[in-house]
């Protein structure tokens, strides 16, 4: 699933449809920001087009907020400044839509690409509150998470396993 230099952004959106139900509104919105940024290659017009559609006066709503994200992604040319000021220059909830947008970037492209291509060093963090980290890093920090998150999914899975199958939702 992920990108080589090769691979454009547009094929892992597309090839991620594969999980995401037809008939969901989120399957809808992904359909109708590839056809435009096909077809426009200017983010004013995508989301003058996309806010036509989708815009709601909540700015923490999931479609427009994803649809300026997967716009981003596939306007910004998989770097990860321009995929970021896309995203950022489009209003609503941009902690999230540069967040998310950026972490796509990240994903794909990986830590040391990222830190090699824009001169950047191992920035730390400061916690505050009192904890007992293996280091302030932050790739430390993401590490530890994604194992959480392993570990987490893992238990979530056996106790689901365990539940009588009427309480499982199926």
């Known amino acids: 699933f992920f990108a080589d230099e090769k691979t454009k952004m547009a094929d892992l959106i597309t090839r991620s449809l594969a999980v995401v139900p037809e008939t969901s509104p989120f399957y809808g919105l992904v359909v109708y ?13 995508v989301l003058t087009k996309l806010l036509f559609r989708y815009g709601h006066p909540d700015c ?4 427009q907020n994803m649809g300026i994200t997967l716009m981003a992604l596939l306007l910004g040319e998989n770097d990860i400044i321009k995929t970021s000021m ?22 794909l492209r990986g ?9 950047l060093t191992e920035i730390p963090y400061a916690l505050g509150v009192k904890s007992n980290r293996r280091s302030n890093k932050i790739f430390d920090l993401a590490e530890d998470i994604a194992h959480i998150g392993v570990r987490t ?6 106790r689901h396993s365990a539940l009588p199958e009427r309480r499982r939702g199926n």
């Not at 920001?33 to 017009?45: G, H, P, Q």
């Not at 609503?92 to 950026?102: E, S």
């Open 153 to 158: 999914g893992k238990l979530c899975w056996k």
């Open 33 to 45: 920001v590839l056809s435009l940024c096909d077809k426009y290659k200017d983010s004013k017009t």
């Open 60 to 63: 923490t709503n999931m479609l």
């Open 86 to 107: 896309l995203a950022l220059n489009c209003g609503f909830d941009t902690d999230c839509t540069c967040a998310t947008a950026g972490a796509v970037i990240g994903i």
């Open 111 to 119: 830590a040391d690409e990222l830190m090699r291509a824009y001169g």
